[in-house]
């Protein structure tokens, strides 16, 4: 049924004429936001709101999107493949290091102009949280600004969107009519012209920027994910560990956890609908702690990934990211004894120097790291470990690099994300002295790099000729070759007479390997 609405205008400045005037043209305003569409083209559009999502940085952003989106379109929108086809264009962003800081800022610039037809901008993530209301500055034609602390009032900010949409469109057609009034009034009374139609732009701004003082996790059950075997679930957001050089305790707020009870509901309504792979989410999942009132009911995080492992129709649960202060023997105890858990742990080191790990504020040291890590090859399961590294931090010698590097040598990592260090707003590290100049952080990217690329082609190299179970992830038509993911999170790459199904799990034998990747035959 359609919607129906009465205009009674009260306006003291108009004649009854000149009020008919103003009346046709809050009435085409309000038919046009009526279809959902600007003014311009009402008539040709489909009636529902629509939005665009593009998503920037870490997993956590990822499946925050997917929150977002399934929240939106509970709100009535419809999610569009195009900012062309949207009427609110939405940027969830990352602002771990300048670089994807800076993308937004392009994008926004890039699509400034579609503000003329009506589209509204909004910024959502960690740069929203941390530029707050400075974005409106910068980019006047953002009309919302949301950290990822406020998600769960989307909602009402919509609202406040949609409503503001409303009134600003009102009285700029109140005033453009007011103008257009006033205009034929002179013309009608004294015959001479005044200034015709004027654009009347209404700044909406609408924020949404609670930051370390909320308690509160984005529980929704509108989560719209994308890849229907595989799943992300959060078990834990914010963080208080303030690494010097990290944007992260100030963008996502302080640490908190989601009760043991409502992550394994989840994770058995994931079972139910089909995912057999779940990844436990969380800055830091291990410093888990289940808020959980009743004592008998309350997990640590190894136990509740037990518990999510022991869920009936999940074969594969995975976890990041791990900090190694928090990461205790147990949980390589729970990997040994339940084998749904993936054999797979990525613990960041940062640096293998115990110099630079404390002027980081990292709360452990080379040593420490290294006992981690004997415990990991300790276990019965042959443990897959990677990691992530920051090179050229403030300070960082030859020496401390050299650190990290035989750090590589003596881990043996089956893979390893390397950063140029980025000075970040808010953090200790910011006022550092001794920073590398810029040639000598991507000097010593590629360095590292080289020799974890040498370290992988060995690593890799003493799977050919086993046997490995994997999740098919999809069909590769170039290389005629289904691409499968093992537990250790290896790309095995595979040739099948029959194809598999995507989704299903398949044993492939490795016959050949690649630095990054396994190549193989089906087995069964
Ligand atoms: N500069 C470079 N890399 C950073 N990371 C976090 N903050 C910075 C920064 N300021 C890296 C860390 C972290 C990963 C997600 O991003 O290695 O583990
Ligand atoms: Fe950032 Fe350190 Fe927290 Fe990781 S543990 S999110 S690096 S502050």
Request: hydrophobic share 35%.
């Amino acid at each position: 049924m359609g919607r129906t609405f009465r205009l009674i205008i009260h306006h003291p400045r108009f004649s009854p004429i000149l009020d008919a005037a103003a009346s046709t043209v809050i009435v085409r305003v309000i038919l046009s936001y009526m279809a959902g569409v600007p003014q311009s083209d009402a008539p040709h559009r489909n009636s529902s709101k629509t939005f665009y999502l593009e998503t920037f940085g870490c997993q956590m952003n990822v499946h925050d999107s997917e929150k977002v989106i399934g929240t939106l379109v509970h709100e009535g929108y419809r999610q569009v493949e195009t900012v062309e086809e949207a009427d609110l264009i939405l940027y969830n962003t990352c602002s771990i290091r300048d670089k994807a800081e800076q993308k937004v800022f392009h994008r926004l610039a890039d699509y400034k102009k579609l503000q003329a037809q009506g589209k509204k901008f909004g910024v959502l993530g960690c740069v929203a949280q941390q530029e707050g209301e400075k974005i409106f500055e910068r980019a006047p034609h953002v009309s919302l600004v949301c950290g990822s602390a406020s998600y769960r009032r989307l909602p009402e900010m919509l609202v406040q969107l949609e409503n503001a949409h409303v009134a600003g469109a009102l009285e700029a057609a109140t005033l453009e009519a007011g103008i257009e009034a006033r205009r034929l009034q002179a013309e009608l009374e004294a015959g001479h012209r005044v200034e015709g139609k004027r654009e009347v732009a209404k700044l909406v701004r609408i924020t949404g920027l609670d930051d370390r003082q909320t308690d509160e996790c984005f529980e929704t059950e509108f989560t719209a994910r994308t890849n229907p075997y595989r799943g992300y679930i959060t078990i834990i957001e914010g963080c208080d560990k303030f690494c010097s050089y990290c944007v992260v305790p100030f963008t996502r707020g302080k640490e908190r956890s989601r009760t043991s009870e409502s992550v394994l509901a989840e994770a058995r309504q994931m079972a139910d609908l089909g995912y057999s792979e779940i990844q436990l989410l969380g800055q830091n999942v291990n410093s888990y702690k289940d808020p959980t009132s009743d004592l008998g009911k309350k997990k640590s995080f190894a136990e509740l990934l037990a518990a999510v492992g022991e869920v009936p129709g999940i074969r594969r649960v995975r976890f990041t990211t791990s900090h190694p202060r928090d990461f205790g023997r147990d949980i390589v105890e729970a990997i040994d004894a339940v084998p749904t858990l993936c054999d797979h742990v990525h613990l960041p080191v940062q640096s293998g120097s115990t110099r630079v790990l404390d002027a980081m504020q990292r709360l452990y040291n080379r040593e420490q790291y290294m006992q981690r890590i004997a415990w990991i090859k300790a276990a019965k399961r042959d443990i897959s470990i990677t990691t992530d590294i920051i090179v050229g931090f403030p300070g960082e010698t030859e020496t401390d690099f050299g650190e990290t590097l035989s750090l590589l040598e003596e881990v043996g990592y089956d893979s390893v994300f390397t950063f140029k260090y980025s000075p970040r707003p808010n953090t200790p590290s910011l006022s550092l002295e001794d920073a590398i100049p810029d040639e000598e952080k991507a000097r010593r990217l590629e360095v590292v790099m080289a020799r974890q690329r040498e370290l992988q082609i060995t690593q890799y190299k003493k799977y050919i000729g086993a046997n490995l179970e994997v999740m098919v992830e999809g069909y590769n038509e170039g290389r005629g070759q289904w691409v499968g993911r093992t537990s250790h999170n290896k790309t095995l790459n595979f040739t099948a007479g029959l194809g598999p199904k995507v989704g299903s799990f398949a044993v492939v034998r490795v016959t050949a390997s690649f630095p990054n990747s396994l190549v193989g035959e089906l087995v069964i």
